[in-house]
């Protein structure tokens, strides 16, 4: 069964800095493309940022460009979110979800498996 | 405002048929790229419902399915039942901003 935990979240201030976990079990890790997605309170979905199966490759939305990293240990299993310079806007419930390159999802890429996410509060 | 366009709200009894409309543009899904829609129940998970417009994952009921057409597409939800209450967003790649876009989902009220 694919599961996904994340892990890391909580309150901090304007300008800190936060580190979220997320930990893949039931299918083999480093073939997939991964990404984090959250949802700010009340708002809808929003892709953060994805990373390919080797790390060889990055993409982040403009809003966290130079603020958030991304990373990946494939031996174990795990991704990574680092977030610096933390806002108020950045408050919401960040998840980690698999992206199949393959099959019907080949063309443009879909999310097939979501972990149920973490909550990261920014605020004074 | 988020880049593709869906309903806030729609309901229906049970048994009844709802369709959910996503519109966007000439640089997503006017471009050509799919459009893949979710099923949220806040507090858990989301769930992929419909991919690539029209194909439904294993496990996912017939009563579910997807279109595409121009620059918009639409999940359409037959006999509905109460536990189709959710929140329903639509997925898919916008190639002047290079990113995945959602719309803003869609609440389904089942009455």
């Known amino acids: 069964e694919v599961q996904l935990v994340e892990s890391g979240g909580g309150l901090v201030q304007p300008g800190g800095s936060l580190r979220l976990s997320c930990a893949a079990s039931g299918f083999t890790f480093s073939n997939y493309w991964m990404s984090w997605v959250r949802q700010a309170p009340g708002k809808g979905l929003e892709w953060v940022a994805n990373i390919k199966q080797d790390g060889s490759e990055r993409y982040f939305v403009d809003s966290v460009k130079g603020r958030f990293t991304i990373s990946r240990d494939n031996a174990r299993n795990s991704l990574f979110l680092q977030m610096d310079s933390l806002r108020a806007e950045d408050t919401a419930v960040y998840s980690c979800?698999?992206?199949?390159?393959?099959?019907?999802?080949?063309?443009?890429?879909?999310?097939?498996?979501w972990g149920q996410g973490t909550l990261v509060t920014v605020s004074s | 405002q988020s880049v593709l366009t869906q309903p806030p709200s729609v309901s229906g009894a049970p048994g009844q048929r709802v369709t959910i409309s996503c519109t966007g543009s000439?640089?997503?899904?006017?471009?050509?790229?799919?459009v893949h829609w979710y099923q949220h129940h806040p507090g858990t998970a989301p769930k992929l419902l419909i991919s690539a417009n029209t194909n439904r994952p294993s496990g996912v009921p017939g009563r579910f399915s997807g279109s595409r057409s121009g620059t918009s597409a639409s999940l359409a939800i037959t006999g509905l039942q109460a536990e189709d209450e959710a929140d329903y967003y639509c997925q898919s790649y916008d190639s002047s901003l290079i990113v995945f876009v959602f719309g803003g989902g869609t609440k389904l009220t089942v009455l």
């Open positions: 000439s640089s997503n899904i006017g471009a050509g790229y799919d």
């Open positions: 979800a698999r992206e199949p390159r393959e099959g019907y999802c080949r063309s443009t890429a879909c999310f097939d498996y």
